[in-house]
């Protein structure tokens, strides 16, 4: 592993001091020794960032003068993390040792036992001789930050739970004398309708209020989520990000709190050192104009694309991925292609796409294209596989059958065996009595046909009519052809 650099000399706003106000850092869910696995060899870069981004945030504490750092759960990625990481991170925490930092079990990393991370020997060797300023809080409790602050705590012992973690807080806080600011903390999924699940460790709305609470540190899901219970409770996320769909993650909360009984003072800071950003590559853009292949930057064009000049789809991704280009080294990238393309294209599309994303720090192709085939690729496939090119003629006329969209391949394609335009072939999902080879005595209806009569078309196939969706048929056809492909490879 190389080596991490902790920065001490960030630029920051000015923390006033102020009598009596207590500061503090609220991060969570790092997930620290996250596998990455996707990304094959680089996802030791990835894993190595957030200790970097742990560095960040905790230098960040140091520059506001923050009276705590608070870790409301999943510090780690799982309880089977090695020994070498755990010390990786210890000797993070000791490059800060004013900083006092509470570090609370989650759902990802709970203090289930013997065997949990919790137990290791580095964590029990945590004596205050050797390292006061970590305290990994085991049990339900109550800790005092000072003469003016408490902070209480109710961390996990399983992954999963219906029971609302933070009731523990409701009679423990009860006991603290009312001038005293309460600060809250634990870990799980806030009971918003429809957006969490029952066995999530469900957190009420109104948590923070209930437990007569000041602040509540809470942490699981990974996008920042502030303003809930009158602005006092705060999900802040992943400090890094960990996913694509993370579109407000990289940040963890600095807190203020003047006195008992006010509104705390939220600000959301950035920490993150790697950016996951998507592009798409649309095959469905038209041949470019002169003015937008102009515009494609040189270094942007790998040396394995052909001499001529690129197609619309090309230029405009071109001109996009440019724009990402300077941050290349802390990027992680998807390029998710779409539009329909033939299987030649799409491969000779992936190779300059591969050479194209190759100054990243890691990256990601995702096919979410359908099937186009060029009348000499139809040809082809007639001759050597008629059964396929069948099925594919009719799951076309199926779709217009069910859905009323046209879609037909670059040509109709012809019968190629007489029988199967004679004989009623169930092998075939019962389409064969709406294939391009029909006798003229059926033809295709020029309006949708209606919802009973798709449903009796479907019946004899036991088809379910909402099954058949215009994504249903995308992926069926890219499974039949990638079939096709892997058997004739």
Known sequence: MSEIHCQPNLICADSEEISGMYRFIHSADWQLGARFSQFGARAEALRHARLNTLCRTLSLARQHAADAVLIAGDLFEDNQISDSLVLSVIDVFREFPE???????GNHDPHTGPDCVWQRKAFLALAPAALGNVHVIREAGVISLGPDACLIASPLHQKRSTNDPSLKLVDLAATLPADTIKIGMTHGSLAIESKHKPDDFPI????????GLDYLAIGHWHNWLADIDGGRIVMPGTPEPDRFSNDDSGNVALVEIASSGQLPRVQKLHVATLAWRELEY????????????ASVPAAVTPDAAPAAKPDAARATFSASLSTLSPQAATTILRIVMKGAASPSTLAETRVWLETACSPFLASQIVDATTLSLTAAEISDLQSRHPILAQVLADIDRLETLATGAAVPLAQPLQPTTPALAQQPDQTFVSAVAVSPSVPPSLPLPAQPLSLTEVQNILSASKIELAQLT??????LRQTLFQNLQDVTR
């Open 282 to 293: 649309d095959f469905s853009l038209a041949a470019a104009t002169p003015d937008v292949v």
């Open 99 to 105: 900083l006092p930092i509470y570090i609370l079990p």
């Open 204 to 211: 009420a709305l109104n948590a923070a209020t209930r437990a």
């Open 470 to 475: 215009p994504a249903f048929f995308a992926r």
